[in-house]
């Protein structure tokens, strides 16, 4: 990419990032796609970085841990969601610290545009004792990312760099500066005591995580991401990521606070920006953290009403909660929402639920706007997996004649990303009246964009790689009946084969495969520039050998 | 407005009609004049058809990316029947431009360069010079496309002047 040699670029959040982390000599790049957070190592990967993608969240931030211990520079990313699931990674590795930086990125979703909750993944910091930076445009991701790597280095902690939807995919200009401290060469250091995490490790490595939080919060007071604005004496407002750049246009005279590093806090520096001005207003998107912890430490802030914790905030809000204005807000007008797109091969495979009327647990992927009529069949989507196991647990639990109707749904990405132990679940505590599950493997990660997964046999780059064959993992597991159905053959096999695995009474897994249409023309690109190398490599070789 | 002299367009329509890529124009063209920019959508479902809206801001200086109620000066409509769910981000006497202004194109105007030709005619309201634009075109989309859209452009730009 060219864009890379120009000093002045206008760049989304998300490529912000990724360039960052090329400069400072990240040799890792790996994450589970999600949106927003998936742009990242998208860009990384185009910029000549070393990207790749995880079956899941938690596989992702152990690769890049070990890559931090080796003392190497790594960058993990995901949506806010994906936390959740590495998040027994994240706990300990606190306590472990790491060698080479290691950057967490967690990708926000308040207002849920793309999203099944709006979890506010500051709580993380607090809650493991990581440090966290929220940048507010893509200046600040680029030089947040930066900067991380130094301090996650310096004290020898993870970072979280916590984005949110507006900040990862917002364009806005960005000065490619030079970064501080370059990357130091990987090798391996014996560690025994803060790597191994045995009880009479961890309790001291949690009393040195501690020390090291609060050598944090010293250095926050006065570092460069700690952004102290004077103006008016009237109002000061602290604040932090996207919701800083409402602030500055809502209220243009008022002093600003805002909070870079927002966790550890630095607390002389709040305290004396809150003597500093008559009036101190805490404005938070999402859940109020600060405003709890500074009023805990017996600061005179306000914070705001209950209605501003749901959804994003914008100038509109932030002027309301300045205001001390609690009318109602106008709804935003319902635009037209999406649907699964003509031709897909899910359609099928919904109308076929629908008119067996089978309950349907489901899971999260485009195959997720089943639930929208004409379809109107699905009954749960809870988190990524939660398909196979969910419909296990109605199994048990609903009258015969009720259990015999329910069906599990899970797409190829998502069985890859935390469907296989679902499966062990199903082979170990079969339920009396078996159960069914499809797999509908469309051959990409379609929902965020056609991203590769272990079972598409291609890598980020969409070059080849080891495919995992779902049918042999399913048999191997123990199931016998394993049926591949294509869903727009429009023979009837579908629905004949739905039938017979309820009535069969047993563990049935049926693999519903055709590719998403939109991945399908790229999809028979790879393909055949995969063939071609093949075909080349092949030809040198015999070409070696006759001579 | 608080920062004085920032210039706010909304271009929206429906997924696959180009929202998001006459948004990257429309912010590329005002980068290249020099100028900082914001631009703001939410974006990431691939199923098509759904409702999209992109807030361009640009100005000496921008801080918020995104377009508050009842501020925007220009609202551009890719699709007729989203104008009036996005009507609302106009302030009064703002412009909108929708493909009713292209109803008296002179010469034919192939649907995937509608986007563009919206542009055509935004830019008459705009102080962006035409170099720029045509540069922001070719920027942003692939070369054997180049010639199709910086004449749909032309055509945009033609029906105000005509
Ligand atoms: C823990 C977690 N990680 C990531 C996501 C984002 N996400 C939602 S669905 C999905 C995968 C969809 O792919 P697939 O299962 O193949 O279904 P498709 O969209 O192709 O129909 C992803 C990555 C999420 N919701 N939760
Ligand atoms: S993007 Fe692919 S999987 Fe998603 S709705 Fe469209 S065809 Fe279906």
């Given at each position: 990419m060219a864009k890379q040699l120009q000093a002045r670029m206008l760049l989304s959040g998300d490529e912000a990032v990724a360039l960052a982390a090329l400069n400072a000599g990240v040799l890792l790049g790996t994450g589970y796609p999600g949106t927003p957070s998936t742009e990242i190592l998208e860009a990384f990967g185009a910029l000549g970085g070393k990207a790749q993608w995880a079956p899941n969240e938690k596989?992702?931030?152990?690769?890049?841990?070990?890559?931090?211990?080796?003392?190497?520079?790594?960058?993990?990313?995901?949506?806010?969601?994906?936390?959740?699931?590495?998040?027994?990674?994240?706990?300990?590795?606190?306590?472990?610290?790491?060698?080479?930086?290691?950057?967490?990125?967690?990708?926000?979703?308040?207002?849920?545009?793309?999203?099944?909750?709006?979890?506010?993944?500051?709580?993380?910091?607090?809650?493991?004792?990581v440090i966290m930076l929220e940048p507010a445009d893509s200046q600040q991701a680029y030089d947040f990312t930066g900067a991380g790597f130094a301090i996650s280095e310096q004290f020898g902690l993870p970072v979280?760099?916590?984005?949110?939807?507006?900040?990862?995919?917002?364009?806005?200009?960005?000065?490619?500066?030079?970064?501080?401290?370059?990357?130091?060469?990987?090798?391996?250091?014996?560690?025994?005591?803060?790597?191994?995490?045995?009880?009479?490790?961890?309790?001291?490595?949690?009393?040195?995580?501690?020390?090291?939080?609060?050598q944090v919060a010293a250095y926050?007071?006065?570092?460069?991401?700690?952004?102290?604005?004077?103006?008016?004496?009237?109002?000061?407002?602290?604040?932090?990521?996207?919701?800083?750049?409402?602030?500055?246009?809502?209220?243009?005279?008022?002093?600003?606070?805002?909070?870079?590093?927002?966790?550890?806090?630095?607390?002389?520096?709040?305290?004396?920006?809150?003597?500093?001005?008559?009036r101190c207003l805490v404005i938070e998107e999402g859940d109020p953290i600060l405003?709890?912890?500074?009023?805990?430490?017996?600061?005179?802030?306000?914070?705001?009403?209950?209605?501003?914790?749901?959804?994003?905030?914008?100038?509109?809000?932030?002027?309301?909660?300045?205001?001390r204005d609690e009318s109602e807000e106008a709804p935003a007008p319902r635009g037209k929402p999406p649907m699964l797109c003509e031709g897909c091969s899910h359609r099928p495979v919904f109308e076929t639920l629908r008119d067996l009327n089978c309950i349907v647990a489901g899971d999260i992927g485009c195959y997720t706007l089943g639930v929208l009529p004409p379809f109107s069949a699905m009954d749960t989507c809870v988190c990524m997996g939660a398909s196979i196991t969910v419909g296990l647990g109605l199994r048990h639990v609903l009258p015969e004649a009720e259990a015999r109707r329910v069906v599990s749904v899970i797409g190829d990405s998502t069985f890859m990303h935390s469907g296989l132990t679902g499966l062990a679940e199903m082979v170990y505590n079969p339920p009396a009246t078996g159960h069914v599950v499809m797999i509908l493997d469309n051959g990409t990660t379609a929902m965020t964009g056609q991203q590769e997964h272990p079972g598409t046999g291609r890598d980020l780059r969409h070059e080849p790689t080891h495919k995992i064959n779902f049918e042999e993992v399913c048999r191997a597991m123990g199931l016998k009946q394993v049926v591949t159905v294509d869903p727009l053959a429009g023979d009837g096999a579908l629905a004949t084969t739905v039938s017979a695995a309820l009535a069969s009474g047993e563990l049935a897994v049926i693999v519903a495969r055709r590719p998403c249409i939109l991945a399908a023309p790229k999809i028979r690109?790879?393909?055949?520039?995969?063939?071609?190398?093949?075909?080349?490599?092949?030809?040198?070789?015999?070409?070696?050998v006759t001579e | 407005m608080s920062e004085q002299n920032v210039i706010n367009v909304v271009i929206a329509g429906l997924g696959g009609q180009g929202v998001v890529k006459a948004s990257d124009i429309l912010a590329d063209a005002a980068f290249r004049a020099g100028l900082?920019?914001?631009?703001?959508?939410?974006?990431?479902?691939?199923?098509?058809?759904?409702?999209?809206?992109s807030d361009v801001r640009f100005g000496p200086k921008v801080n918020s990316p995104m377009i508050t109620r009842g501020e925007a000066d220009c609202l551009i409509v890719v699709a007729p029947d989203q104008v009036e769910v996005n009507r609302h981000v106009l302030k009064a006497g703002g412009v909108l431009v929708s493909p009713e202004a292209l109803a008296n194109i002179p010469g034919k105007l192939p649907a995937k360069s509608i986007n563009i030709a919206l542009l055509g005619v935004l830019s008459t309201h705009l102080d962006l010079p035409v170099g720029i634009w045509e540069d922001a075109i070719k920027a942003n989309l692939a070369e054997k496309?180049?010639?199709?859209?910086?004449?749909?452009?032309?055509?945009?730009?033609?029906?105000?002047?005509g």
């Open positions: 596989v992702a931030l152990e690769v890049g841990l070990g890559a931090a211990f080796g003392g190497a520079r790594a960058l993990v990313t995901m949506k806010h969601v994906g936390v959740n699931v590495a998040a027994d990674v994240l706990f300990t590795a606190a306590y472990t610290g790491v060698t080479g930086g290691l950057i967490l990125v967690s990708a926000d979703d308040p207002g849920m545009a793309s999203s099944q909750n709006e979890q506010d993944n500051r709580h993380y910091a607090r809650a493991a004792g979280i760099l916590r984005m949110t939807t507006r900040v990862c995919h917002s364009k806005s200009i960005v000065e490619q500066k030079p970064l501080p401290q370059p990357a130091a060469a990987p090798s391996f250091q014996r560690d025994i005591p803060a790597r191994v995490m045995i009880p009479a490790h961890a309790r001291p490595a949690h009393r040195r995580l501690r020390d090291k939080l609060a926050a007071e006065s570092c460069a991401q700690t952004l102290v604005e004077p103006r008016g004496k009237a109002l000061g407002i602290i604040t932090s990521g996207i919701t800083a750049m409402h602030v500055r246009d809502a209220a243009p005279e008022a002093s600003v606070l805002q909070l870079g590093v927002s966790y550890p806090l630095p607390l002389n520096a709040i305290r004396e920006f809150v003597a500093s001005v008559e405003v709890t912890e500074l009023l805990a430490a017996g600061l005179k802030v306000e914070g705001k009403s209950e209605r501003f914790r749901f959804g994003e905030l914008n100038v509109d809000r932030v002027r309301r909660i300045i205001a690109q790879y393909d055949k520039a995969a063939a071609e190398k093949l075909l080349a490599r092949n030809a040198a070789c015999s070409a070696a | 900082d920019v914001k631009k703001s959508e939410i974006h990431g479902m691939s199923q098509r058809g759904g409702s999209v809206a496309h180049h010639k199709l859209n910086l004449a749909a452009f032309a055509q945009g730009r033609a029906v105000m002047q």
